[in-house]
């Protein structure tokens, strides 16, 4: 069981930069694959950014290639979304999730966190 806990989203100006972090709990966090998704209102859940277990490998939407970075500190079992050049469009709901594979976590995570609002004002 993985237990997943986001903070850091806010309200920011479009062209700002916000960093969204994701605590995991358990010791197992280094063989999870992690991601962000993200959830607009009237829309639904979408992919943003994944990792895979020691970060070699990282796999972002169209949408926010180039402009979002994720990244992982397995001794601090932590995510982080960095997010810069935020747009009106980025505001959703963040949502972080864990899976036992790249592959699996982009597109059927086991665990989800609860979800952290991000608000980008144009």
């Known amino acids: 069981q993985v237990q997943l806990v986001e903070s850091g989203g806010g309200l920011v100006q479009a062209g700002d930069s916000l960093r969204l972090s994701c605590a995991a709990s358990?010791?197992?966090?280094?063989?999870?694959?992690m991601g962000w998704f993200r959830q607009a209102p009237g829309k639904e859940r979408e992919f943003v950014a994944a990792?895979?277990?020691?970060?070699?490998?990282?796999y972002y939407a169209e949408s926010v290639k180039g402009r979002f970075t994720i990244s992982r500190d397995n001794a601090k079992n932590t995510v982080y979304l960095q997010m810069n050049s935020l747009k009106p469009e980025d505001t959703a709901v963040y949502y972080c999730?864990?899976?036992?594979?790249?592959?699996?976590?982009?597109?059927?995570?086991?665990?989800w966190g609860q979800g952290t609002q991000v608000t980008v004002a144009s």
């Open positions: 999730a864990a899976g036992l594979a790249p592959s699996t976590v982009r597109t059927r995570p086991d665990y």
């Open positions: 358990g010791r197992t966090f280094s063989t999870y694959a």
């Open positions: 990792i895979s277990w020691i970060g070699s490998g990282t």
